[in-house]
Protein backbone atom coordinates (compact mmCIF):
# COMPACT_ATOMS: atom_id res chain seq x y z
CA UNK A 1 0.00 0.00 0.00
CA UNK A 2 1.35 3.13 -0.94
CA UNK A 3 2.50 5.58 1.35
CA UNK A 4 -0.98 7.63 3.21
CA UNK A 5 -3.16 8.08 5.77
CA UNK A 6 -6.10 5.49 6.05
CA UNK A 7 -9.48 6.37 7.99
CA UNK A 8 -11.39 3.73 10.04
CA UNK A 9 -14.97 4.60 11.36
CA UNK A 10 -15.88 1.62 13.86
CA UNK A 11 -19.46 1.39 15.38
CA UNK A 12 -20.21 -1.57 17.27
CA UNK A 13 -22.05 -2.52 21.02
CA UNK A 14 -19.83 -1.87 23.91
CA UNK A 15 -17.41 -4.55 25.61
CA UNK A 16 -14.37 -4.79 27.16
CA UNK A 17 -10.96 -5.33 25.19
CA UNK A 18 -12.48 -3.06 22.15
CA UNK A 19 -9.14 -0.73 22.15
CA UNK A 20 -6.38 -3.81 22.78
CA UNK A 21 -8.30 -5.69 20.05
CA UNK A 22 -8.29 -3.46 17.07
CA UNK A 23 -5.17 -1.27 18.05
CA UNK A 24 -3.32 -4.48 18.20
CA UNK A 25 -5.21 -5.47 14.81
CA UNK A 26 -3.44 -2.33 13.02
CA UNK A 27 0.21 -3.28 15.26
CA UNK A 28 0.12 -6.17 13.94
CA UNK A 29 -0.35 -4.89 9.82
CA UNK A 30 2.76 -2.93 10.40
CA UNK A 31 0.37 0.34 10.76
CA UNK A 32 1.35 2.59 12.80
CA UNK A 33 -1.24 4.96 14.69
CA UNK A 34 -1.49 8.28 14.11
CA UNK A 35 -4.80 9.57 15.99
CA UNK A 36 -7.11 7.30 18.14
CA UNK A 37 -10.51 8.64 18.62
CA UNK A 38 -13.05 7.43 21.21
CA UNK A 39 -16.58 7.82 21.85
CA UNK A 40 -18.86 5.77 24.26
CA UNK A 41 -22.85 6.77 24.85
CA UNK A 42 -23.94 4.82 27.86
CA UNK A 43 -27.47 4.79 27.12
CA UNK A 44 -27.68 3.30 24.12
CA UNK A 45 -24.10 0.86 24.97
CA UNK A 46 -22.71 1.77 21.87
CA UNK A 47 -18.89 2.04 21.42
CA UNK A 48 -17.37 4.44 18.11
CA UNK A 49 -13.99 4.57 17.42
CA UNK A 50 -12.22 6.96 14.67
CA UNK A 51 -8.87 5.87 13.93
CA UNK A 52 -6.30 7.19 11.74
CA UNK A 53 -3.46 5.34 10.12
CA UNK A 54 -0.19 5.85 8.23
CA UNK A 55 0.35 3.02 5.35
CA UNK A 56 4.22 3.76 5.04
CA UNK A 57 6.34 0.29 5.24
CA UNK A 58 2.95 -1.58 4.63
CA UNK A 59 2.85 -4.21 2.01
CA UNK A 60 -0.80 -5.11 2.35
CA UNK A 61 -3.58 -4.72 0.23
CA UNK A 62 -6.88 -2.87 0.22
CA UNK A 63 -8.43 -6.20 -0.26
CA UNK A 64 -6.59 -8.36 1.54
CA UNK A 65 -6.35 -5.84 4.60
CA UNK A 66 -10.53 -5.37 4.65
CA UNK A 67 -10.96 -8.78 4.16
CA UNK A 68 -8.45 -9.91 7.74
CA UNK A 69 -10.51 -6.44 9.27
CA UNK A 70 -13.86 -8.43 8.43
CA UNK A 71 -12.63 -11.43 10.35
CA UNK A 72 -11.74 -9.23 13.43
CA UNK A 73 -15.36 -7.07 12.83
CA UNK A 74 -17.83 -9.91 12.18
CA UNK A 75 -17.51 -11.13 15.70
CA UNK A 76 -17.79 -8.24 17.84
CA UNK A 77 -20.92 -7.12 15.78
CA UNK A 78 -18.51 -4.00 13.78
CA UNK A 79 -20.58 -1.48 11.62
CA UNK A 80 -17.21 0.03 9.68
CA UNK A 81 -16.01 1.73 7.27
CA UNK A 82 -12.65 2.94 5.59
CA UNK A 83 -11.66 5.32 3.72
CA UNK A 84 -7.64 5.62 2.16
CA UNK A 85 -7.47 9.01 1.23
CA UNK A 86 -6.18 8.32 -2.17
CA UNK A 87 -8.76 10.84 -4.26
CA UNK A 88 -10.94 13.44 -3.52
CA UNK A 89 -14.33 13.68 -3.27
CA UNK A 90 -16.46 14.62 -5.86
CA UNK A 91 -18.81 17.82 -4.96
CA UNK A 92 -22.09 18.85 -6.23
CA UNK A 93 -23.52 21.82 -4.82
CA UNK A 94 -27.60 23.06 -5.34
CA UNK A 95 -29.05 26.15 -5.19
CA UNK A 96 -31.74 28.70 -6.25
CA UNK A 97 -31.52 31.95 -5.48
CA UNK A 98 -28.74 33.08 -2.07
CA UNK A 99 -25.17 33.24 -3.04
CA UNK A 100 -23.43 33.91 0.14
CA UNK A 101 -23.42 29.82 0.77
CA UNK A 102 -22.15 29.09 -2.95
CA UNK A 103 -19.35 31.83 -2.79
CA UNK A 104 -18.16 30.52 0.36
CA UNK A 105 -17.87 27.00 -0.30
CA UNK A 106 -16.40 27.72 -4.20
CA UNK A 107 -13.73 30.13 -2.39
CA UNK A 108 -12.98 27.61 -0.16
CA UNK A 109 -12.58 24.85 -2.78
CA UNK A 110 -10.45 27.02 -4.52
CA UNK A 111 -7.86 28.08 -1.63
CA UNK A 112 -7.62 24.38 -0.90
CA UNK A 113 -9.42 24.89 2.64
CA UNK A 114 -11.98 22.04 1.45
CA UNK A 115 -10.19 19.13 0.16
CA UNK A 116 -12.65 17.70 -2.98
CA UNK A 117 -13.05 18.06 -6.59
CA UNK A 118 -16.54 20.61 -7.15
CA UNK A 119 -17.73 19.27 -10.19
CA UNK A 120 -21.04 20.92 -11.03
CA UNK A 121 -23.71 23.84 -9.52
CA UNK A 122 -27.19 22.80 -10.04
CA UNK A 123 -30.12 24.98 -9.74
CA UNK A 124 -33.84 25.61 -9.87
CA UNK A 125 -33.11 29.24 -11.45
CA UNK A 126 -30.43 30.89 -13.12
CA UNK A 127 -29.77 33.65 -11.54
CA UNK A 128 -26.34 32.29 -10.05
CA UNK A 129 -25.25 31.19 -13.26
CA UNK A 130 -22.76 33.87 -13.02
CA UNK A 131 -21.11 32.72 -10.21
CA UNK A 132 -20.42 29.35 -11.49
CA UNK A 133 -18.52 31.02 -14.62
CA UNK A 134 -16.32 33.28 -12.54
CA UNK A 135 -14.81 29.81 -10.79
CA UNK A 136 -15.62 27.96 -13.66
CA UNK A 137 -17.61 25.20 -12.69
CA UNK A 138 -20.57 23.76 -15.35
CA UNK A 139 -23.77 25.05 -14.08
CA UNK A 140 -27.33 23.44 -14.93
CA UNK A 141 -29.93 25.27 -14.84
CA UNK A 142 -33.19 22.45 -14.65
CA UNK A 143 -36.01 24.66 -13.43
CA UNK A 144 -39.04 22.84 -11.98
CA UNK A 145 -42.21 23.14 -13.80
CA UNK A 146 -46.15 22.69 -12.26
CA UNK A 147 -46.43 19.15 -13.21
CA UNK A 148 -42.54 18.38 -13.66
CA UNK A 149 -41.02 17.77 -10.21
CA UNK A 150 -40.47 14.24 -10.98
CA UNK A 151 -39.04 14.79 -14.25
CA UNK A 152 -36.68 17.86 -13.08
CA UNK A 153 -35.20 15.41 -10.29
CA UNK A 154 -34.79 12.80 -12.79
CA UNK A 155 -32.59 15.64 -14.66
CA UNK A 156 -30.76 16.37 -11.72
CA UNK A 157 -29.71 12.83 -10.81
CA UNK A 158 -28.66 11.94 -14.38
CA UNK A 159 -26.20 15.00 -13.70
CA UNK A 160 -24.89 13.24 -10.46
CA UNK A 161 -24.76 10.04 -12.06
CA UNK A 162 -22.47 11.20 -14.66
CA UNK A 163 -20.40 13.44 -12.77
CA UNK A 164 -19.65 10.44 -10.29
CA UNK A 165 -20.83 12.80 -7.68
CA UNK A 166 -19.31 11.66 -3.97
CA UNK A 167 -21.50 14.26 -1.79
CA UNK A 168 -24.23 16.70 -2.51
CA UNK A 169 -24.74 20.19 -0.76
CA UNK A 170 -27.81 22.00 -0.48
CA UNK A 171 -26.61 25.67 -0.11
CA UNK A 172 -30.02 27.25 0.12
CA UNK A 173 -31.59 25.10 -2.27
CA UNK A 174 -35.46 25.88 -1.98
CA UNK A 175 -37.10 22.35 -3.06
CA UNK A 176 -37.89 19.68 -1.19
CA UNK A 177 -36.36 16.63 -2.59
CA UNK A 178 -38.44 13.26 -2.86
CA UNK A 179 -37.99 9.78 -0.79
CA UNK A 180 -36.58 8.30 -4.29
CA UNK A 181 -33.97 11.52 -4.22
CA UNK A 182 -32.93 11.11 -0.73
CA UNK A 183 -32.66 7.47 -0.43
CA UNK A 184 -30.92 7.11 -3.71
CA UNK A 185 -27.37 9.24 -1.67
CA UNK A 186 -27.87 8.10 2.22
CA UNK A 187 -25.91 10.17 4.06
CA UNK A 188 -24.23 11.66 1.17
CA UNK A 189 -27.02 15.19 1.30
CA UNK A 190 -25.96 17.99 3.68
CA UNK A 191 -28.69 20.74 4.11
CA UNK A 192 -28.37 23.87 5.68
CA UNK A 193 -31.13 26.23 6.85
CA UNK A 194 -31.48 28.64 9.86
CA UNK A 195 -31.73 27.60 13.45
CA UNK A 196 -35.61 28.49 14.44
CA UNK A 197 -36.77 25.63 13.10
CA UNK A 198 -39.39 24.21 13.23
CA UNK A 199 -40.62 27.91 14.42
CA UNK A 200 -40.86 30.66 11.82
CA UNK A 201 -41.08 28.05 8.78
CA UNK A 202 -41.63 29.47 5.18
CA UNK A 203 -40.67 32.66 4.08
CA UNK A 204 -39.37 35.50 5.58
CA UNK A 205 -38.17 33.98 8.81
CA UNK A 206 -36.37 36.57 9.93
CA UNK A 207 -38.64 39.05 9.77
CA UNK A 208 -41.17 36.73 12.17
CA UNK A 209 -37.96 36.13 14.47
CA UNK A 210 -38.03 40.04 14.55
CA UNK A 211 -41.65 40.61 15.50
CA UNK A 212 -40.91 37.90 18.49
CA UNK A 213 -38.40 39.33 20.00
CA UNK A 214 -35.87 36.68 19.16
CA UNK A 215 -32.38 36.99 21.07
CA UNK A 216 -30.47 34.07 19.12
CA UNK A 217 -30.06 33.26 15.80
CA UNK A 218 -28.34 30.59 14.64
CA UNK A 219 -28.12 27.95 12.20
CA UNK A 220 -27.73 24.12 11.53
CA UNK A 221 -26.33 21.81 9.17
CA UNK A 222 -27.47 18.40 8.65
CA UNK A 223 -28.03 15.11 6.74
CA UNK A 224 -30.89 15.35 4.21
CA UNK A 225 -33.29 12.37 5.75
CA UNK A 226 -37.17 11.91 4.53
CA UNK A 227 -38.08 13.72 7.89
CA UNK A 228 -37.70 17.66 6.51
CA UNK A 229 -35.44 19.65 8.26
CA UNK A 230 -34.98 16.68 10.81
CA UNK A 231 -31.78 14.45 9.76
CA UNK A 232 -28.81 13.76 11.78
CA UNK A 233 -27.05 17.25 12.91
CA UNK A 234 -23.90 17.59 11.59
CA UNK A 235 -23.30 21.59 12.96
CA UNK A 236 -24.66 24.33 14.46
CA UNK A 237 -24.01 27.95 15.80
CA UNK A 238 -25.55 30.71 17.40
CA UNK A 239 -25.48 34.62 17.72
CA UNK A 240 -27.25 36.80 20.13
CA UNK A 241 -28.99 39.41 19.20
CA UNK A 242 -30.60 42.23 20.77
CA UNK A 243 -34.44 44.22 20.50
CA UNK A 244 -32.15 47.08 18.38
CA UNK A 245 -31.39 44.39 15.03
CA UNK A 246 -33.74 44.51 12.67
CA UNK A 247 -34.90 41.82 10.16
CA UNK A 248 -32.22 43.23 7.62
CA UNK A 249 -29.32 43.16 9.99
CA UNK A 250 -30.81 39.40 11.32
CA UNK A 251 -30.76 38.06 7.79
CA UNK A 252 -27.01 39.59 7.40
CA UNK A 253 -26.16 37.86 10.86
CA UNK A 254 -27.63 34.82 9.83
CA UNK A 255 -26.18 34.67 6.42
CA UNK A 256 -22.55 34.58 7.97
CA UNK A 257 -23.46 31.97 10.41
CA UNK A 258 -25.08 29.90 7.81
CA UNK A 259 -21.43 30.23 5.64
CA UNK A 260 -19.76 28.88 8.87
CA UNK A 261 -21.91 26.34 9.76
CA UNK A 262 -21.88 24.57 6.66
CA UNK A 263 -18.36 25.08 5.75
CA UNK A 264 -17.44 23.15 8.69
CA UNK A 265 -20.09 20.34 7.86
CA UNK A 266 -19.12 19.63 4.59
CA UNK A 267 -15.23 19.88 6.14
CA UNK A 268 -16.15 17.28 8.51
CA UNK A 269 -17.99 14.77 5.96
CA UNK A 270 -14.81 15.47 3.78
CA UNK A 271 -12.01 14.63 6.30
CA UNK A 272 -14.54 11.49 7.20
CA UNK A 273 -15.39 12.57 11.03
CA UNK A 274 -18.55 11.32 11.17
CA UNK A 275 -20.51 8.32 11.66
CA UNK A 276 -24.47 8.05 11.81
CA UNK A 277 -26.07 6.68 14.57
CA UNK A 278 -29.94 6.21 14.26
CA UNK A 279 -30.95 10.12 14.18
CA UNK A 280 -27.68 11.36 15.84
CA UNK A 281 -24.78 12.23 13.82
CA UNK A 282 -20.90 11.78 16.06
CA UNK A 283 -18.83 14.06 15.10
CA UNK A 284 -15.24 13.84 15.64
CA UNK A 285 -12.81 16.66 16.18
CA UNK A 286 -9.87 16.94 14.04
CA UNK A 287 -7.19 15.51 15.16
CA UNK A 288 -4.21 17.38 13.91
CA UNK A 289 -5.24 16.49 10.08
Not at 21 to 28: G, L, M, P, Q, R
Not at 38 to 43: L, S, T
Not at 253 to 272: F, S, T, W
Amino acid sequence: MKSQIVTFLIKCPDQKGLVAKITNFFYDKGFNIVSCQQYVNAIEDTYFMRVRLNADGTDISKVSLEKSFLELATPLDFDWSVNYGDKKQNVAIMVSHTSHNLYDLLERSKEGRLDCNVKVILSNHDKLRPIAKMFNIPFHYLPVTKDGKEVQEKQVMDVLDANEIDLVVMARYMQILSSNFINRYPERIINIHHSFLPAFQGANPYKKAYERGVKLIGATAHYATLDLDEGPIIEQDVKPVTHESTPTTLKIIGADIEKLVLARAVKCHLNYQIIVSGNRAIVFPEAGE
